[in-house]
């Protein structure tokens, strides 16, 4: 078992997107898409230049993993696609790429443009990795993040890319620290959103 952790600098509610009754991992961080396996933790760190900085935004065990297509033709995550007349969280559903006549789409979404055309940038990033990580045990905190003991600040020493610790006592007494003190499932909400404003993200060029 290993603890990928890294830093988060947007938190939208998009990626990760624990809506839907599950935590995704759909798009960004490439390398930990392709690489964690099942059983494992992926956890996202607060960015020095976020209201979080330091602190815990969301823990996930990948408990299933799916390519786009997949993600995009089952049903039981049509609630991840995303939709514009109803509630935000909804807005920034994650489930967004797919295949359309053999070549990559992605949907309006935050990673889209903001008059709906494709962001190749975008695209281009996420689906280097054609995978979907998903998980029903998770913890997502947000804007109420939690701040790491000292005894477990060694499971999160990652970097610009990210951090792999495979000390399986440690992440098992972190686990349980987290499981023993917060509620599973939504703790908060992201720390970007403001309220009625839908934001589309350019991509780093």
């Known amino acids: 078992m290993k603890l990928y952790s890294y830093i988060i ?99 309006l979404s935050h990673h889209s443009k903001d008059d709906g055309s494709v962001n190749y940038v975008n695209l281009d990033h996420d689906t280097g990795t054609d995978r979907v990580l998903i998980s029903d045990n998770y913890y997502y905190f947000g804007n109420n993040a939690i701040d790491i003991p000292d005894e477990f600040s060694a499971l999160f020493r990652c970097g610009r890319g990210h951090g792999v610790n495979e000390d399986t006592a440690l992440i098992n007494d972190f686990i349980r620290y987290v499981h023993n003190n917060y509620l599973c499932g939504i703790n908060g909400t992201p720390f970007n959103r403001r309220i009625g404003e839908f934001a589309h993200y350019k991509g780093e060029q």
């Open 9 to 107: 600098t947007r938190d939208y509610g998009f990626a990760p997107n624990p809506y839907g009754g599950m935590c995704t991992l759909a798009t960004c961080k490439p390398v930990i898409r392709r690489k964690a396996q099942i059983g494992d933790w992926v956890a996202a760190i607060g960015g020095s230049s976020t209201p979080v900085s330091g602190k815990v935004v969301m823990l996930m065990q990948v408990q299933d993993a799916c390519s786009y297509d997949e993600y995009w033709m089952n049903e039981q995550y049509r609630k991840k696609k995303p939709v514009f007349n109803r509630s935000m969280n909804e807005a920034y559903g994650d489930n967004i790429y797919h295949h359309v006549d053999g070549k990559w789409y992605q949907e």
